[in-house]
């Protein structure tokens, strides 16, 4: 019997009518052999965005309804929805001079990675935490959250969320909170630095944590230990990823697991002239700049990439990085979802 045989294409309409549809018609897209994601490597230039990022400083007020002025950065691969991957969503944020962006939490989990500027203070759960380039700030979902500047200079970051994925699962609250942040104050060190920053030192009062109970990762200590990884490699030890190529986790201290449930951070430093080993893992990833400059190789094609650039690599996609003059490197992925899914398991070198 065919396709086309009638009684073949009553049975089809009378699926379409139940509501029904056959396995045998869709297994190779729903069970294709290897991983092929809609989005594509894409690479959104810092000289493009911090200008309309500006721009929209100008023209855009930040206050109640919009919440925020954060840029999207969408994905040319997957049809015009302002996520970065199928899993992560990444945007520019900019904040002027003395503004305020008020309150508000959601069940995303969300991070600010600082490339330009400092004077804003994040206020997480009534907790004021300096931000300054170079900085990992963390909003644990559910954390109430507002954002003051209180220098006479606009400032720019890059946001990260897991806001396809929680919208995918339909786990998605949102809710607005006072318009007003709750403490103006403006200390060097937040609450959550002066009780968990403390290197192999835990509170004994406090108890395990989902998300990390630290707030802000500072850049004094991320470029030190990075710094320290080049210097023993330089010397015959063990510790760096590769020659010349070092890299850190960012975990939270009450449990040791990455620091936000959803969602890796890490930050990779690769010598000038080092070339990192060619790799593919299930699930995406995006990287930003935070110096230097050098080339990312994505699925066979070379782009060249400098300060503040971020970059789209999709799951399964091969990559290599060239680092010609050096480069500092944040990264996040969905490598806990992937993980605790056990659906990582074809990683490994390309």
Not at 156 to 181: N, R, S, V, Y
Not at 213 to 227: G, N, Q, V
Not at 231 to 253: C, S
Not at 301 to 314: L, S
Request: negative net charge; aromatic residues 8%.
């Amino acid at each position: 019997m065919t396709q086309t045989d009638p009684a073949i294409q009553r049975l089809y309409a009378d699926f379409e009518a139940a509501g029904l549809m056959p396995l045998w018609t869709q297994r190779e897209d729903l069970m294709p052999p290897g991983p092929a994601p809609r989005a594509i490597p894409h690479v959104w230039r810092w000289k493009d965005l911090y200008p309309l990022a500006e721009r929209a400083g100008e023209l855009v007020p930040v206050g109640r309804g919009g919440e925020r002025r954060a840029i999207a950065l969408a994905n040319p691969g997957l049809g015009g929805k302002p996520f970065a991957t199928p899993t992560l969503w990444a945007a520019v944020q900019y904040l002027g001079p003395g503004e305020v962006a008020p309150d508000h939490r959601h069940s995303q989990s969300a991070f600010r990675f600082v490339l330009e500027g400092e004077g804003v203070w994040t206020v997480v759960d009534t907790d004021p935490v300096a931000m300054r380039r170079g900085d990992l700030l963390l909003t644990p979902g559910m954390a109430w959250h507002g954002h003051h500047n209180s220098a006479d200079q606009p400032m720019a970051w890059l946001d990260g969320l897991d806001i396809p994925m929680t919208g995918f699962l339909d786990a998605t609250f949102f809710e607005p909170g006072p318009d007003e942040i709750q403490d103006w104050s403006t200390p060097v060190r937040s609450r959550s630095e002066r009780l968990w920053a403390h290197p192999g030192l835990r509170p004994v009062s406090a108890a395990d944590s989902p998300s990390s109970p630290l707030f802000a990762y500072r850049w004094e200590f991320t470029d030190a230990a990075l710094r320290a990884q080049i210097e023993l490699a330089a010397e015959g030890h063990p510790g760096a990823v590769g020659p010349g190529h070092a890299a850190v986790r960012f975990t939270n201290p009450s449990t040791s697991g990455d620091a936000l449930v959803t969602m890796r951070t890490e930050m990779h430093r690769l010598a000038p002239g080092c070339r990192s080993s060619a790799w593919r893992e299930v699930g995406s990833s995006v990287w930003q700049v935070l110096d230097g400059s050098g080339a990312f190789e994505l699925g066979g094609h070379r782009t060249e990439v400098e300060r503040g650039d971020v970059i789209a690599v999709p799951s399964w996609c091969p990559v290599a990085i060239d680092a010609a003059g050096g480069l500092d490197l944040f990264r996040f992925s969905d490598a806990p979802v992937i993980e605790r899914l056990s659906l990582g398991g074809g990683s490994g070198s390309a």
